[in-house]
Every structure is written in C-alpha cells, then in structure tokens.
C-alpha cells in the first residue's frame, strides 16, 4: 500500500508560480511512472504531467514550456513546478503512481488562478 500526500496549492495571480508536492509513503523504486492530473469543475479529470521510471517526461500541450515535472528520489517526492500560471489551469490536482498491477492517487490539492 501506498499513500500520496500532495501540498503546495492555493491562490495565485494570473502569470504567478506555485509548486506542488507529492510524497510518498515508501521508496519510489519499483514505481512505473508517477504523474500529475488535474479536475476542473464539470470537467474530466486530465493528465498533466508524468515521469517514468526510465526518466521520460510527458505533458499536456497547454502546459508545455510553462510546467516542470521532477522527482527526487532520496526525499520519495515528485515535484510540479507551475510558471506563468493561467486561470484556465484553475483545478484540483491530483498525484498518481503507478506500480506493476496497482494504481494510487492522492486526495487533491486545490490551485486557484486568479485576479
């Protein structure tokens, strides 16, 4: 079993940063790939970005030069460095890990752009 605590979220201005969070409970080795999604109201929840064990690196077109996705193993955390945020990426953020036959999310963390 795995848990995933995401933090990191809250309200920003259009064009802010945030960081957002995502520990896990146990080492990362074995993880086929971790990643980010988000829900916004009336929405299907949709994959932001992800990182494979093997170190590729996924995203969404919409946020493609403005969001980062990086792991730091030793810590058991993946990180989602947000820039020039917009208040179309207004949602609630999810982690996602992925091990050989089992899926986790974690409980969502709310990001807010706006003016």
């Known amino acids: 079993q795995v848990q995933l605590v995401e933090s990191g979220g809250g309200l920003v201005q259009p064009g802010g940063s945030l960081r957002l969070s995502c520990a896990a409970s146990r080492t990362m080795f074995g993880f086929n790939a971790m990643g980010w999604y988000r829900q916004a109201p009336g929405k299907k929840r949709e994959l932001v970005a992800s990182?494979?064990?093997?170190?590729?690196?996924d995203y969404v077109d919409s946020v493609k030069g403005r969001f980062t996705i990086s792991s730091d193993n030793a810590k058991r955390t993946v990180y989602l460095q947000m820039n020039s945020l917009k208040p179309e990426d207004t949602a609630v953020y999810y982690c996602?890990?992925?091990?050989?036959?089992?899926?986790?999310w974690g409980q969502g963390t709310q990001v807010t752009v706006s003016s």
């Open positions: 996602k890990a992925e091990t050989i036959g089992r899926i986790y």
């Open positions: 990182i494979s064990s093997g170190g590729r690196l």
